[in-house]
């Protein structure tokens, strides 16, 4: 697909947009001020493949925290802000590598001055987001309730705030919980921006509604060639986010290397845990992303080498018994239990 040429902009030591590669975000659910804490969450989030992580900071003590918590990662550092300005300028201060605000519930033009200014002097980007939850009562009236056009209005205007501000080092977000709004806004902002955009589908659920939703909605952005970074909002561990972000820019195409694992639906020939299995080797194969091979988890040991033909690897078990499959070919037998560990042997010898 054709990726739209947006403006480069350069968050810590990473680049986004300018055709660079979609990066994935998370946010932390720690408490900001809680150093050790969230410094352990956000070294789990990079081993798990994010690009760039935001914590909130709703107060002058988590400002303060991102010092330390700073020095202690590896990945770029946003600062999530609403409503203090001040908070802001602090988060700024102590290391924010970019700040997320909303230049409408930030206070009154002075005060978007005020950090613009400090963004300005340190050369930090802002993300100006907006989200159809928080759209200003103007645009509520104008379209009679929230649209898509609604939303891009409203982030074009805090855009255009700015940047007569004198600056334009600027990420735009904007974010709904309705799928096909979300779409259509991006669509259009896409055709009268040239800023990188950061795509989502807001407060968009749990585990299994949260990725449906993000899902669909992310596929058909992305394959627009539209969006520069990328987060699955999900109510549940982070960590959860980060694979499936992986997975829908694998299966776009946008992003190569890591295993893709396959398994079978499970059918009344199954004699093995082959659900709980399929997630053990879901998890094991995140530490082998320099891995560009398929990986295929089957119920049985009767149909599992030939259902798993096309993987690189595979594994079927039943009766006690399980079979490790390399192309197609069967080339161990081993007991159920030692299945996992067979397979991450072969894994580990991959390549070598």
Known sequence: MHREQTKEILIGNKKIGGGNPILIQSMTNTKTEDVSETVAQILALEEAGCDIVRCAVPTMEAAEALKEIKKQIHIPLVADIHFDYCLAIAAMENGADKIRINPGNIGSAERVKAVVEVAKGKNIPIRVGVNSGSLEEKYLEKYGKVTAEGIVESALEKVKMIEELGYDNLVISIKSSDVLMCVKAHELIAQQTNYPLHVGITESGTIISGNIKSSVGLALILNQ???????????????????SAKLILKTLGLRQGGISVVSCPTCGRTQIDLIGLANRVETMVTKYDHLNIKVAVMGCVVNGPGEAKEADLGIAGGNGVGLLIKKGEVIKKVEEEKLLDTLEDELKKWGK
């Not at 539209?226 to 694979?243: A, F, Y």
């Open 225 to 243: 060639g539209i969006g520069d970074t990328i987060r699955v909002s999900l109510t549940g561990n982070p960590i959860e986010e980060i694979k």
